[in-house]
């Protein structure tokens, strides 16, 4: 039976690991191509899932977790993700940032997805002082080499949860599947509204 369900502060954090494998697998697809091993992915979320106001939400199939989503306060989040909103004139502290959303391909379609968006949005009003949620999305180009035949993008997905794609452009590093070390990758945010 499908189940979801929202975590914060110690309780979110008993799901770490779950969540740093979750990433390492589901990161290898495109467009994310991430070679990435669970010391890193342990540290990045103990940081993540430490800070004030931070939710995890978990996807059950009875006891097994098959998918995990994140957000926090973007006061709280690195200066490479803040600087794009910071020189649009945006107040911080009234934008919630999402984080991942990984799920197992096998369960992908069964309304997984819409909840993950649907729990963090609800955590974030509850806190009641965000006017903007946004998150953000790898860039790659049409003909990337590792780009499968029958890859469609999220874009209407995001779309229909109300979010609209922004110009603003982040940049995160990581180790592609193909690369030796890792690289600056240039990221776009979408957002919502919230008042």
């Not at 995890?56 to 977790?65: H, Y």
């Not at 794609?165 to 979408?190: G, H, N, Q, V, Y």
Request: aromatic share 14%.
């Amino acid at each position: 039976m499908l189940e979801v369900k929202s975590f914060t502060g110690k309780a979110a954090l008993a799901y770490l690991d779950d969540l740093a494998a979750l990433r390492i697998e589901v990161f290898r697809e495109f467009p994310y191509l991430y070679d990435g091993d669970m010391l890193s992915e342990q540290e990045y979320l103990q940081a993540f899932l430490s800070a004030p106001d931070a939710v995890l939400v978990v996807a059950f199939d009875g006891d097994q977790v098959v998918g995990a989503s994140t957000g926090l306060p973007m006061v709280h989040e690195t200066p490479n993700i803040q600087t794009p909103f910071l020189e649009n004139g945006y107040d911080i502290g009234q934008v919630f940032y999402y984080g991942e959303s990984v799920l197992r391909k096998s369960y992908r379609g069964s309304g997984l997805g819409v909840a993950f968006f649907e729990h963090r949005e609800a955590h974030a009003r509850r806190l009641g002082r965000f006017e903007w949620v946004c998150f953000c999305g790898v860039i790659r180009p049409e003909d990337h080499p590792r780009r499968p035949a029958d890859f469609i993008p999220l874009d209407a997905f995001w779309q229909k949860r109300g979010f609209e794609r922004t110009a603003m452009i982040c940049t995160i590093s990581w180790k592609d599947l193909d690369e030796d070390s890792e690289s600056p990758k240039a990221l776009r945010f979408w957002r919502k509204k919230l008042k």
